[in-house]
């Protein structure tokens, strides 16, 4: 999560690959760059920092992560909007070690306030 708030891309990403598919409520988004591209698009004007609360990994190559995200605009810092989420994790059947699908659900949020 701290690669997502400072949009420096590591360790982090290296589980993804070029057929790694993110959705992100309507977005798809297919392949490590174009994800990392998503991220810097929708949180570079954004102070951002997300908070994990609870990880699961459940059978049959599933993990699930969920935190809660505390953002305001840079230009607005003083108006701090939080937001729970949920990260889905699906690995590859034949590389447990990267990542094949990631949904990730926000909200609710006050849209308003950060965009």
């Not at 690959?17 to 810097?40: C, L």
């Not at 699961?56 to 607005?76: H, N, S």
Request: glycine content about 6%; aromatic content about 8%; some cysteine.
């Amino acid at each position: 999560m701290s690669e997502i708030d400072t949009l420096s891309f590591g360790d982090g990403f290296a589980h993804m690959t070029d057929d790694t598919e993110m959705h992100f409520g309507t977005a798809h988004v297919v392949g490590v760059e174009a994800i990392k591209a998503f991220f810097v698009k929708i949180d570079e004007p954004l102070n951002i920092t997300h908070e994990v609360l609870e990880f699961w990994t459940a059978p049959d190559g599933v993990c699930l992560l969920r935190g809660e995200a505390t953002m305001a605009k840079k230009t607005e810092p003083e108006n701090v909007v939080r937001a729970p989420f949920m990260h889905i994790f699906y690995l590859d059947d034949e590389d447990p070690m990267h990542i094949k699908t990631l949904r990730i659900t926000a909200g609710p949020l006050q849209t308003e306030a950060v965009m």
